[in-house]
């Protein structure tokens, strides 16, 4: 009995051995499996990678042979919007300017467009001073002496960090009866810089900067009388001048001389600044039509027009940027300007640059010149008549040659 029990055991061993090595083998397998296959993808991946970074070395170093095209006494600008691989869309160049395509010279010739989005309904006009052709056609791009890219599109488009690659014209090389010369790339834009990082730095493609830096080729303004003439700098409204806004509250009437359209708290502007704005707001009562202090309802549909119309009820208007960026204001600056108020300023330290007297007086108040914000509570209330007269009585002596050099 116990050798046929002891056999019986050994069979039952042995019977047993070969599934749990069958076990071992089909998941030593199965891992084998998915080794392979991680190692055949991330062989793909780098092959993608390998084959992309090939295809920009290409675009960068490949120069095509000189396109010929007939004789133009002008150069051709044309206004880039590429549509990146795998985009469901593309971004585009020069909204604002919204340029014309034919085919006339520029210089002397004005356009006249209705922009869109925050001046929207706003009817600009702009003359070129310059001899050159504008076109947005892409069929021309081959024969384009300047390719003008509003890169920052690239990431309002798809986001700050998106993966798309930029899409980068190839350069292409023009021959005509002038000779022979290559195709050049210019940045455009009118963005806080800051807030794009080094997404935007790019020297060794951009032979021109179309922007609002100092070093710009071509400087770009930033201020604008956004159809009204510059004659609408110089005046001001019968309820700046004589009857501000008033609100009820649980001690009656209360007149309100200050108004907020953006929303912004100060805070990205540092401590001081973000300290100096609370405290302002604990003491002065502000028209908030925007942002976490909101009290008021803008008017709808938004129009540019009746922004203006609205920030001409009040004396003062309250600009608070994001950015601090030097040679950078907001269009709010200009369009309270345009309404008659004076802007109460937080943002750029060189703001001075963008006053409008031309007598040397203020014309803004700059949040960064005061300690707290009772100090400019008491600067601008304490004789709220006397004040305000003081900050706009330069408009009787016109705008300055430096506000002039800026509207764009």
Same mark, same amino acid.
């Given at each position: 009995?116990?050798?046929?029990?002891?056999?019986?055991?050994?069979?039952?061993? /042995?019977?047993? $051995?070969?599934? #749990?090595? %069958? *076990? =071992?083998?089909? !998941?030593?397998?199965?891992?084998?499996?998915? +080794? &392979? @296959?991680? /190692?055949?993808? $991330?062989?793909? #991946?780098? %092959? *993608? =990678?390998?084959? !992309?970074?090939?295809?920009?070395?290409?675009? +960068? &170093? @490949?120069?095509?042979?000189?396109?010929?095209? #007939?004789?133009?006494?002008?150069?051709?600008?044309?206004?880039?919007?590429?549509?990146?691989?795998?985009?469901?869309?593309?971004?585009?160049?020069?909204?604002?300017?919204?340029?014309?395509?034919?085919?006339?010279?520029?210089?002397?010739?004005?356009?006249?467009?209705?922009?869109?989005?925050?001046?929207?309904?706003?009817?600009?006009?702009?003359?070129?001073?310059?001899?050159?052709?504008?076109?947005?056609?892409?069929?021309?791009?081959?024969?384009?002496?300047?390719?003008?890219?509003?890169?920052?599109?690239?990431?309002?488009?798809?986001?700050?960090?998106?993966?798309?690659?930029?899409?980068?014209?190839?350069?292409?090389?023009?021959?005509?009866?002038?000779?022979?010369?290559?195709?050049?790339?210019?940045?455009?834009?009118?963005?806080?810089?800051?807030?794009?990082?080094?997404?935007?730095?790019?020297?060794?493609?951009?032979?021109?900067?179309?922007?609002?830096?100092?070093?710009?080729?071509?400087?770009?303004?930033?201020?604008?009388?956004?159809?009204?003439?510059?004659?609408?700098?110089?005046?001001?409204?019968?309820?700046?001048?004589?009857?501000?806004?008033?609100?009820?509250?649980?001690?009656?009437?209360?007149?309100?001389?200050?108004?907020?359209?953006?929303?912004?708290?100060?805070?990205?502007?540092?401590?001081?600044?973000?300290?100096?704005?609370?405290?302002?707001?604990?003491?002065?009562?502000?028209?908030?039509?925007?942002?976490?202090?909101?009290?008021?309802?803008?008017?709808?549909?938004?129009?540019?027009?009746?922004?203006?119309?609205?920030?001409?009820?009040?004396?003062?208007?309250?600009?608070?940027?994001?950015?601090?960026?030097?040679?950078?204001?907001?269009?709010?600056?200009?369009?309270?300007?345009?309404?008659?108020?004076?802007?109460?300023?937080?943002?750029?330290?060189?703001?001075?640059?963008?006053?409008?007297?031309?007598?040397?007086?203020?014309?803004?108040?700059?949040?960064?010149?005061?300690?707290?914000?009772?100090?400019?509570?008491?600067?601008?209330?304490?004789?709220?008549?006397?004040?305000?007269?003081?900050?706009?009585?330069?408009?009787?002596?016109?705008?300055?040659?430096?506000?002039?050099?800026?509207?764009?």
């Amino acid at each position: 009995l116990e050798e046929r029990g002891q056999h019986a055991e050994q069979e039952e061993i /042995e019977y047993e $051995e070969p599934a #749990e090595e %069958e *076990e =071992e083998e089909d !998941e030593e397998e199965e891992q084998q499996g998915k +080794e &392979q @296959e991680e /190692e055949q993808e $991330e062989e793909e #991946e780098e %092959e *993608e =990678e390998t084959q !992309e970074q090939e295809q920009e070395e290409e675009q +960068e &170093q @490949e120069v095509l042979q000189p396109v010929s095209r #007939e004789r133009s006494d002008f150069p051709l600008l044309l206004l880039y919007h590429p549509q990146p691989k795998d985009a469901p869309y593309e971004w585009n160049t020069g909204v604002w300017p919204a340029w014309n395509d034919d085919e006339e010279n520029r210089k002397g010739r004005v356009v006249e467009s209705v922009l869109q989005w925050q001046a929207q309904d706003a009817v600009v006009r702009k003359e070129c001073a310059f001899d050159c052709h504008v076109t947005r056609d892409h069929s021309k791009l081959p024969i384009a002496d300047l390719v003008v890219m509003e890169l920052v599109n690239h990431y309002q488009f798809f986001g700050m960090d998106t993966k798309l690659a930029i899409p980068w014209p190839q350069p292409q090389a023009i021959s005509d009866s002038c000779g022979e010369r290559q195709q050049e790339l210019a940045l455009f834009h009118t963005m806080a810089v800051s807030s794009y990082g080094n997404r935007l730095h790019h020297p060794d493609k951009f032979a021109l900067k179309i922007t609002q830096d100092a070093d710009a080729d071509v400087r770009v303004g930033l201020v604008c009388d956004w159809g009204h003439g510059e004659g609408s700098f110089l005046g001001t409204s019968l309820e700046q001048r004589m009857k501000p806004q008033m609100r009820k509250t649980d001690d009656g009437m209360e007149a309100v001389y200050v108004a907020d359209f953006m929303g912004n708290t100060g805070a990205p502007l540092g401590e001081h600044i973000d300290r100096v704005l609370r405290e302002f707001r604990e003491v002065v009562k502000i028209d908030h039509y925007a942002g976490p202090f909101k009290n008021r309802e803008p008017l709808t549909p938004y129009t540019l027009g009746g922004r203006v119309r609205e920030m001409q009820k009040y004396r003062y208007v309250l600009i608070v940027q994001n950015s601090a960026d030097v040679n950078w204001v907001d269009p709010e600056y200009s369009q309270a300007l345009v309404a008659g108020a004076v802007p109460i300023y937080a943002g750029s330290s060189d703001i001075a640059a963008f006053a409008a007297p031309g007598n040397g007086g203020r014309g803004v108040v700059d949040v960064r010149d005061f300690e707290s914000g009772y100090d400019l509570a008491a600067y601008l209330f304490d004789d709220p008549h006397m004040r305000y007269e003081a900050l706009t009585h330069w408009k009787a002596h016109g705008l300055s040659d430096t506000f002039r050099s800026r509207l764009g």
